[in-house]
């Protein structure tokens, strides 16, 4: 995935050296941190991203930076590394949200495939952040009454119950629920709950 970007946070300077040449020599784009607040202070590009976070860092702990408010700057998948793993602390781990626990020493292809996996689930992840931004943008600029109809159509109501809900004509109704159907690109009503149900919450 050359649009791709690796995070390395490891205090060892020879573990993030080979990371990076490892990581490089199959073609992933990689950065390499020698603690937390040096990796947390790096911009961050909007491409399909993982973090691979040595548990036992001295300062912030890795464990202790997944669970901090900041980890909501965090958001794509976290690969940790330990060299003193038990089956507490990956268990703590994996409850806090981590992609995988690996051990040192850990064989090469075992952490490319990792690495493979935890970027192909953050790039679906950033494509339907994608789709339902694009929704809430088109919702949004709905009129105040085709978000009124286009909700009840949702919700199941028929144009004729929608116009004596609102005291709208049903013609009036069928109007502003082809204009939000149009504007959503939605073809049918299960496509129109599908689409709300992103940016909404329906009954």
């Known amino acids: 995935m050359p649009d791709s970007l690796v995070y390395v946070v490891d205090d060892d300077e020879s573990i993030r050296s080979a990371l990076t040449s490892l990581?490089?020599?199959v073609g992933i784009h990689v950065r390499a941190f020698e603690s937390a607040d040096e990796f947390l202070a790096t911009d961050m590009p909007d491409v399909p991203s993982c973090l691979i976070l040595d548990v036992r860092l001295r300062g912030t702990s890795g464990l202790t930076l997944q669970q901090d408010p900041f980890k909501e700057s965090v958001r794509f998948p976290v690969i940790f590394l330990t060299g003193h793993g038990d089956i507490e602390m990956s268990v703590k781990a994996m409850k806090a949200g981590a992609f995988d626990f690996m051990t040192k020493p850990f064989k090469d292809q075992d952490l490319i495939d990792t690495i493979a996996a935890a970027l192909k689930r953050d790039a679906e992840l950033k494509r339907q952040e994608r789709i339902v931004a694009v929704i809430r943008q088109t919702y949004d600029s709905l009129t105040a009454r085709e978000r009124e109809v286009i909700r009840l159509v949702a919700d199941g109501l028929l144009n004729k119950q929608i116009a004596d809900l609102l005291c709208l004509s049903e013609?009036?109704?069928?109007?502003?629920?082809?204009?939000?159907?149009?504007?959503?690109?939605?073809?049918?009503?299960?496509?129109?709950?599908?689409?709300?149900?992103?940016?909404?919450?329906?009954?």
């Open 23 to 25: 990581l490089m020599s």
């Open 171 to 203: 013609v009036t109704v069928k109007i502003h629920r082809a204009q939000a159907m149009h504007k959503l690109q939605a073809r049918s009503v299960p496509d129109v709950v599908r689409k709300l149900q992103q940016v909404l919450p329906l009954h």
